[in-house]
Every structure is written in structure tokens, then in C-alpha cells.
């Protein structure tokens, strides 16, 4: 099992739900054992490989991805600010495969020119500010409206990151759609908890029409657990597991 010590340094707040930033860092160590296996959001800023799942190079923090806009847009980003970067040279490149899972014009020298740049802080906040910029802030931006709490605006960011930001089915505007179908937000007079039930049912039947996501465990060994222990403000200690594997923040 890991598990993350939090310090009482670490008990001080800076703000409601997840612009709390230590409420944030859960968040991020959440998100991390779900898309990395690891609670070390922070190591992830390296990472890069194609799994399968038809988007082409999965990398970084938030899991930006080749087959989709994120990658190119944090590239462009990064680019931007430091034109000299080691990866300014594959932008064209990102840019003619987006939308697929190819590799043209990126292999093979693409995945060390990645984890170089995760060397340097520019790259590093490059990607913070794109993971904010992307889906932590719209995620819990929409979350406040609709009248939720913490717990609430991780499920939306969780599902934002997996899902994407756009309004198709399985988007995670098509799922909020999905889930107003059946239960009022908050907002609009409904119960916090039924609502967030129906979301995660949203949330389970947009996973298991892709088979890269079929496993549904990082909602119903994770947030349905919290939301099952009325844990709404996501109050450490927890518990959870992800793919069979078991995490704690206590």
C-alpha cells in the first residue's frame, strides 16, 4: 500500500474546496494513482509512452496526449515562452498528428527530448499552467456553479482529465448532461450526494463504451467510496484502490 504522510505543516488553508492548495495536492496525488500508479504527482513531469489507447504518446503530469489537442497546445505554450526548448523542433510534427495515434515525425528521438525538457522548471510550469489552464480551473469552476463541494469538483476534474473538456457523449459535458437527466444539481435545489451519485453513474457508463477504459475502478474503489463514507469535503485520512492496488492519505 502507499501512503502519504502529510505533515502539520501541511494542515494549513489557503482557500475553499480544491483552490485550497494543500486540498489541490490531494487532488493531483488522486489523479496520479490513478493515471500513473504512484501518489508522486510530481515525478510524473517525465513520463512518456504510447499505451494503446489510440491518442498516441501519453506524457507528463496530467497525461497530455500526441492523438489530441493538450500536447500540442502545452507545446506551443513551452514554445512560446522559451523558443530554444528541445522540443520546439517536433511541434510541427504534433501538430500533423493530431487527431491520430502516429508517431510521424516523432520517433524516434520525441520521448528523451521530453523527458530533457521535464529536466528544466520552464517545462515544468509550462505543464502546470496547462493542466490549469486545460481542466483543473474549468472543472472546478463548473463544479462551484453547479453547488458542489470538494469531493465534487475532484469527480469533475477527475473526469475532465479522463474524458476531455467538450460537450460530445462521452465528454465530460455529455456526462454532466447525462447526469442532470436524472438528478438536480445542487444549485438547483438537489441533494449534494444524489447528484454526485448520478454523475459517477454518468461517469461509469461513458467509461465502458471504450475498452482503454473499461476498468471503472478509479470511480467505484475511489470516489464512490469517499462519497458512500459522506466524506463531501474530502477530509483526510483516505483510502482508496485504483486497478487492485491499494493508497492511503492519512
Same mark, same amino acid.
Given at each position: 500500500m502507499l501512503t502519504l504522510q502529510r505533515t502539520a505543516?501541511?494542515?494549513a488553508s489557503a482557500g475553499t474546496g480544491l483552490d485550497d492548495p494543500d486540498k489541490k495536492d490531494i487532488a493531483m496525488r488522486l489523479v496520479s494513482s490513478a493515471?500513473? &500508479? &504512484?501518489? *508522486?504527482w510530481k515525478a510524473q513531469y517525465k513520463y512518456i509512452e504510447d499505451?494503446? *489507447?489510440g491518442r498516441g504518446y501519453t506524457a507528463g503530469i496530467i497525461g497530455f496526449c500526441s492523438g489530441t489537442s493538450d500536447m500540442p497546445a502545452l507545446l506551443e505554450l513551452y514554445t512560446k515562452?522559451?523558443?530554444g526548448n528541445v522540443l520546439a523542433a517536433y511541434l510541427p510534427a504534433l501538430l500533423s498528428v493530431d #487527431? @491520430?495515434?502516429s508517431h510521424q515525425g516523432l520517433d524516434p528521438g520525441f520521448p528523451a527530448a521530453w523527458r530533457s525538457a521535464a529536466k528544466t522548471a520552464a517545462f515544468r510550469k509550462a505543464q502546470r499552467d496547462e493542466r490549469d489552464r486545460v481542466y483543473f480551473d474549468p472543472a472546478v469552476e463548473r463544479a462551484m456553479k453547479d453547488g458542489v463541494g470538494t469531493l465534487g469538483q475532484f469527480v469533475y476534474y477527475d473526469a475532465m !482529465?479522463?474524458?476531455g473538456p467538450g @460537450? *460530445?457523449?462521452l465528454s465530460f459535458g455529455g456526462i454532466r448532461k447525462r447526469a442532470l437527466k436524472h438528478a438536480d444539481s445542487p444549485a438547483d435545489g438537489g441533494d449534494e450526494t444524489t447528484y454526485l451519485h448520478a454523475f459517477l453513474d454518468a461517469r461509469v457508463w461513458a467509461m465502458k463504451q471504450a475498452a482503454a477504459h473499461s476498468d471503472v475502478s478509479r470511480v467505484e474503489t475511489a470516489q464512490r467510496v469517499f462519497l458512500d463514507a459522506g466524506n463531501l469535503d474530502l477530509d483526510t485520512p483516505l483510502k482508496w484502490k !485504483?486497478? #487492485?492496488d491499494s493508497y492511503q492519505i492519512v
Open positions: 505543516a501541511d494542515g493515471e500513473n &500508479s &504512484s501518489l *508522486d499505451i494503446g *489507447d515562452r522559451d523558443p #487527431g @491520430t495515434d !482529465v479522463m474524458h @460537450t *460530445d457523449a !485504483v486497478y #487492485g
